[in-house]
């Protein structure tokens, strides 16, 4: 069962603000929303992760709806490199010690 | 160097033969995951390991063997390599044991073939 639900694409131009969405309704009270991202044959990248409040790193932005049931990934000023399969998964504390779900994702493209 | 190594990088082998993917990790995270990627089915785990003799199956743990002797390595055994087990293999740490929650470290990913 999906935890999570994402656009299976998206693009946006280089040098805007991107921003992925991602529907968890489901998620419970201790559970975490973390992001990772994974470009073209590498293996995933951890972003950032969040369980109420906004938080924001040197890489991105998360803001997460005030009933925790959405939340949107900010990369505020994308390049060419930010193109990527962006996965927004859900998970307990100690987010991933039986390993993380990783679903289908959101392929963002990043137009010159 | 510092990191999550994965070896070999490529490897082709025929149905039937025995292959090790090894993964090294120098920073003594306890946890350690193997991952298969395919396409249309994204990233599904195979094993996982919460310190060293500790090791659980994940989604899709049949036809594959792990060990965990050491802290730093995590090798994925496929005892008789069949069609089906072609694929991108990526092994993982976490920082879980740091206080930290849920960030893996992933290695660039192990090819395989198998013909």
């Known amino acids: 069962d999906a935890k999570t639900t994402q656009p299976p694409s998206m693009d946006c131009a280089e040098g805007r603000a991107a921003n992925l969405p991602c529907n968890h309704s489901?998620?419970?009270?201790?559970?975490?929303v973390y992001w990772y991202r994974q470009i073209h044959s590498q293996g995933p990248q951890y972003i950032i992760h969040g369980l109420k409040n906004n938080e924001t790193n040197e890489m991105a932005s998360l803001i997460i709806t005030e009933d925790r049931k959405s939340s949107t990934l900010i990369l505020p000023h994308a390049t060419l490199r930010d193109t990527a399969v962006y996965y927004c998964?859900?998970?307990?504390?100690?987010?991933?010690?039986?390993?993380?779900?990783f679903g289908k994702g959101t392929h963002l493209i990043i137009q010159p | 160097d510092a990191g999550i190594t994965q070896s070999p990088r490529y490897k082709i082998t025929e149905t039937g033969r025995q292959v090790t993917l090894m993964c090294h990790q120098t920073w003594s995270h306890s946890y350690m995951f193997w991952y298969r990627q395919d396409l249309g089915h994204g990233l599904r785990l195979i094993y996982y390991s919460a310190a060293a003799d500790i090791t659980d199956k994940g989604e899709v743990p049949d036809g594959y063997v792990v060990s965990r002797s050491k802290t730093e390595n995590f090798p994925l055994t496929l005892e008789s390599a069949t069609r089906s087990q072609t694929s991108v293999y990526f092994c993982?740490?976490?920082?879980?044991?740091?206080?930290?929650?849920?960030?893996?470290?992933f290695g660039e990913g192990s090819r395989l073939t198998v013909l």
């Open positions: 993982a740490s976490s920082t879980i044991d740091r206080g930290r929650d849920g960030e893996l470290f």
């Open positions: 998964i859900v998970s307990g504390p100690g987010g991933g010690a039986d390993g993380l779900t």
């Open positions: 489901t998620i419970s009270g201790n559970e975490y």
